[in-house]
């Protein structure tokens, strides 16, 4: 299984928490994507053309350091739902997506770039498609990111130095005795 960085780990916690998930067992991407990343109180859009076959990223800074950040942030979160998908953590449910969207509000004097193939295909396939997560993602990020052979080499390990401990008590009060 795949580690994951604690930003990766943070983004599927917001993910698998989100309400219209828990209760309905799917969400859209795109409410995922606005709630999370991309609504008012971001400061950063998506833009998805698929006619064009491009995906582009709007930005209300033109400082150069926020503008990176914004990237990388962006980067990570599509990379991470390539990857996941991948390891069949998560299913896209729908048809490629055939419209024009925006997530989030367009800055037209802010900075717009068109995002490198990958991230672009992986958006204007994927917008407006439901994400239904795995059991096996739900139980992944409700362990903590701990595997099943984890959480059990660590009940081991707690149970064996409790032996251990009792082993010595009664070692010690053999001898006083």
Same mark, same amino acid.
């Given at each position: ?105 367009? $800055?037209? @004097?802010?900075?717009?770039?068109? %995002?490198? &193939?990958?991230?672009? +295909?992986? =958006? $204007?396939? @994927?917008?407006?498609?439901?994400? %239904?997560? &795995?059991?096996?993602? +739900?139980? =992944? ?37």
């Amino acid at each position: 299984m795949r580690k994951f960085g604690k930003e990766e780990q943070s983004i599927l916690k917001k993910l698998v928490e989100t309400d219209v998930l828990r209760n309905e067992g799917m969400v859209l991407l795109d409410v995922f994507l606005e709630k999370n990343f991309f609504s008012n109180e971001y400061s950063k859009s998506i833009l998805v053309d698929p006619n064009a076959r491009k995906a582009q990223l709007s930005m209300s800074s033109s400082d150069k350091d926020e503008c990176r950040k914004e990237i990388i942030e962006v980067t990570r979160l599509v990379n991470l739902l390539i990857d996941i998908e991948k390891l069949g953590l998560v299913s896209f449910i729908g048809d490629e997506n055939q419209v024009k969207n925006a997530i989030g509000y367009q $800055y037209p @004097k802010g900075i717009t770039i068109d %995002l490198v &193939s990958p991230l672009s +295909i992986f =958006l $204007y396939t @994927k917008i407006g498609n439901f994400i %239904l997560p &795995s059991e096996g993602l +739900i139980e =992944l990020v409700d362990n903590d990111f701990m595997s099943t052979e984890e959480i059990r080499h660590n009940e081991t390990m707690y149970w064996t130095r409790f032996a251990i401990f009792i082993a010595i008590v009664i070692g010690v009060i053999g001898i006083f005795t």
